[in-house]
């Protein structure tokens, strides 16, 4: 098929790239031109495992182009919308601006009979609000699929997702065909026959398929973001009765995810959830459940996003009682600037709320990340960030893992102590093996877990040294710790 995709963010460069590798004839279309050239070059202008080789394999074949020409989509069978829907700046719903006018630019260039398939996260009631803005097009398809993907992971849930899900027309009734081909076909169909051909590599390999309502499918994606951050945010609320009462979370978190009803994932506790979905999709949620008058659903996201936020002073607190109680004039480096692991992301990031509020105290910070650098100094240039782990580390008087890389987690305890003032961490991920780390004489401490080992003492001969001031950090792919670094 002859598919375009408009926007090409995170979403939308990956699923032009994967729907290429597929076999489809697709054409990316975003109107920011730098973006566009990179991704005509065949790089991602983000970090993103596996999705470069995609891009290259997509322009050497001839079967991925990138435009700012809305024009270059004319022709094409379907058209999926992957443009962002950020959170509102002057409120807590999500903004349809970028969405309706991809909609307005490539409406002069849709063929007879094309099918316009959204993508991005929506509250309910968008399909509504876009068939008003294609009106005067009563011949061109809707439909609603929805994403899931995950940063970090975001090309093998797009080529091997857990399902498939299309908003099409009257739901699941309308897309059956009546009567066979005696019939006309409705648009509930010909939407379903689209994306069956879209999507038939993966149908064929046995994807489940689910076929519903629009209002359904633009829920989707909300409400299993919003069920993910309630088991991250109950168990971090557990952390907190487990600090007051003595018990482990990390224990306790095993022992219910045994419980088959329940599960392990995302029952890990520690900073709590950031980026560009979780956050700003239950805030959404909130303003679509409080117009509708559904107060409980309000409610109970405005609990998950309290306690969600409430993790990054405690993380505060917590390093402040480490220093004694003091942060002004403490050297302390933070591990880790992406809001998860293997991508380069910092919106909304907890580490980097943690390491300005630090800062914010008297502290003086240093940060450092494997990948996210260059764009964390262009957002927080006041902070000091090194590309070098060992760099970072010199001298430091508290050490925060607060992005759990893997290669922090397999940072060598007693290498790293030669290089710290006072091998003092606090593990806000509980990702590090805090027995390991005990016996090289570090004081660890995790959220949800009593402190483990005795305060070590400063470095012999180390003098304090002036403040570090911002600068320039040396590039944005960070130089593993060499002989600090071991393997796991």
Not at 253 to 274: N, Q, S, T, V
Request: some cysteine; charged content about 20%.
């Amino acid at each position: 098929m002859k598919i375009s995709v408009i926007g090409c963010g995170y979403l939308g460069a990956v699923h032009a790239a994967t729907l290429a590798s597929m076999g489809h004839t697709v054409v990316g279309i975003d109107i920011d031109a730098a973006k566009v050239a990179q991704l005509d070059r065949g790089a991602a202008p983000f970090f993103e495992p596996g999705l470069d080789e995609l891009l290259r394999d997509g322009r050497a074949n001839g079967r991925l182009t990138f435009s700012t020409n809305f024009a270059d989509a004319a022709g094409a069978e379907l058209h999926f919308l992957c443009v962002g829907t950020p959170q509102s700046k002057t409120s807590d719903g999500a903004d349809l601006s970028y969405l309706v006018s991809a909609v307005e630019s490539v409406l002069p260039f849709l063929a007879p009979r094309a099918a316009v398939v959204g993508k991005s996260t929506v509250p309910v009631g968008t399909v509504d609000m876009l068939r008003g803005v294609l009106a005067g097009r009563p011949d061109v398809l809707l439909g609603w699929n929805p994403e899931f993907l995950r940063q970090g992971t975001a090309v093998k849930d797009t080529l091997v997702p857990d399902r498939l899900v299309y908003g099409v027309p009257g739901g699941a009734d309308s897309a059956k065909q009546s009567n066979g081909a005696r019939q006309p076909e409705g648009p509930g169909a010909a939407v379903t026959a689209a994306l069956d051909r879209v999507y038939a590599p993966l149908l064929s390999a046995g994807i489940p398929r689910l076929i519903c309502n629009f209002a359904t499918a633009e829920l989707i994606k909300s409400a299993s973001n919003a069920y993910l951050a309630t088991k991250l945010s109950f168990i971090n609320a557990m952390a907190e009765l487990c600090e007051a009462s003595g018990a482990d979370v990390t224990e306790l978190g095993e022992a219910m995810g045994l419980d088959p009803r329940i599960g392990g994932r995302y029952l890990h506790a520690g900073l709590g959830f950031g980026g560009g979905c979780l956050p700003k999709d239950i805030r959404s949620l909130r303003v679509q459940a409080a117009a509708l008058g559904v107060d409980s659903v309000d409610a109970w996201m405005a609990t998950v996003d309290g306690i969600n936020r409430d993790q990054r002073s405690r993380t505060v607190a917590a390093a402040r009682d480490l220093c004694g109680g003091q942060l002004g004039g403490r050297r302390v480096t933070v591990l880790g600037a992406a809001f998860k692991p293997d991508t380069d992301d910092i919106r909304d990031s907890p580490a980097l709320d943690v390491a300005q509020q630090l800062a914010d105290a008297g502290a003086h910070v240093t940060v450092t990340d494997p990948a996210a650098i260059n764009n964390a100094w262009l957002r927080y240039p006041q902070l000091r960030f090194e590309a070098s782990t060992e760099q970072a580390l010199d001298g430091a008087e508290l050490v925060l893992l607060l992005t759990e890389w893997d290669a922090y987690r397999s940072l060598s305890p007693a290498v790293a102590g030669e290089l710290v003032r006072r091998r003092t961490v606090l593990d806000a991920r509980n990702a590090l093996d805090a027995a390991a780390w005990t016996a090289a004489g570090w004081t660890v401490r995790g959220l949800g877990r009593a402190a483990a080992g005795t305060q070590a003492g400063t470095r012999a001969g180390t003098q304090d040294e002036a403040p570090a001031h911002a600068g320039i950090p040396a590039g944005a792919d960070a130089a593993t710790l060499g002989g600090l670094a071991t393997a796991d």
